[in-house]
C-alpha cells in the first residue's frame, strides 16, 4: 500500500486546518487507552457531482458509539453532516475516502477518562479500496486470533481501541501471503473479517452471520441486505460455521472501504466460482446505488454541489 495521499484540509473541531497542521499532543488519552469512536465514509462521483454515501446513518452511528464509551461528541449529527459537505467541497474532490473520528484528547492521564476533552476529526482523501479484486478473488485466512468478546467490548461500537484484533489478524493473514483474515467468535462461529463483513451464497440463499457472533452492524452490509431483497434474494441472517463457508458456493465480503469483493478461496480451499453470479449481480446494484444510476437509492447519497 503506497502513502496515503493527503489533502489540502482537515476539518478539526470546527475548523478548516491545514493536513500538516492537524496535530494533537503525544499524551493525547485517546492515544495510550484507545478511547476513541470513528466512522469510514465514503463519497462517490455520481451525474451530479460528489456525493457521499448514507451519511447520515454513519454520522448516527459515531453517535451511538460515542454513548456506548460515555463520550460527549460536541458536534451534533446536523452539524457534523454539513461540515462533511464543506470538507469534501474545500478539498476538491470527485470522489473520496472520508474518516469521521471522536477522541479524547489532552487533559489528564490514567484510566480514569472523566477529565479528558474530546476532539472531533473529519478528514478525506483520495482512496480506492483496501483489498485487491483480481477476477480470481481474494485470498482469504481463518485468523489464529478470535474476534473480541462481545462481552468484553460493545461491537456495536466502532471504536478505536478494539481494531488492534483486526490488526494482528490482518497482518497474520499477510505475512502468510493471503489478502484477507476472517475472524471467528468466541464460540468458533463466524464473526467477520478485518474490516469487512462476510456472506456466503448456497442454494441461491444469502447468508450473513448477526451482530451477536461478533459482527459489526455494517451500513454497507445492510445495504448489502437491503439490495439483495430488492432483487428477490432469500436472506437470512443467522450463525454460520466456518465449514459453511467451505461449503458455499459463493462467498464474498463487503465494506465501505472495500465494497463488494468476491471471495476466491478460504484456506486454500477454492470456492467454486468468483465471482459468482449473485455476487456479481450484489456487486452492480451497489455501484448502481452509490453512483445515484439506480434512482430507487437516491435518498442514499448527499450531494456535496459546487
Known sequence: MTALPEASTIWMDGALVPWQQAGTHVLTHGL???????????????????AVFRLSEHLRRLDRSARMLRMELPFGVEDLAA??????????HRSCYLRHFAFLGYGSMGLDMRF??????????EWHGQLPDGAAGIRLKTSSWRR??????????????PYLNSVLARREAT???YDEALLLGPDGTVGECTGENVFAVRGGVLRTPPASAGALEGITRDTVLTLARDLGVEVRVESLLRSDLYAADEVFLCGTAAGVVAVGSLDDRELPSAPGPLTVRLRAAYEAAVSGADPRYRHWLTPVGG
Open 32 to 50: 495510550h487507552y484507545g478511547t476513541g469512536v470513528l466512522e469510514g465514509t465514503r463519497a462517490f462521483a455520481t451525474a451530479d457531482g460528489p
Open 83 to 92: 461540515a462533511t459537505v464543506d470538507l469534501v467541497r474545500a478539498n476538491g
Open 116 to 125: 479528558s476533552p474530546t476532539t472531533t476529526v473529519i478528514a478525506s482523501w
Open 148 to 161: 473480541t468478546d462481545p462481552n468484553a467490548v460493545p461491537p456495536a461500537a466502532k471504536a478505536t481501541g
Open 175 to 177: 505475512d502468510a501471503g
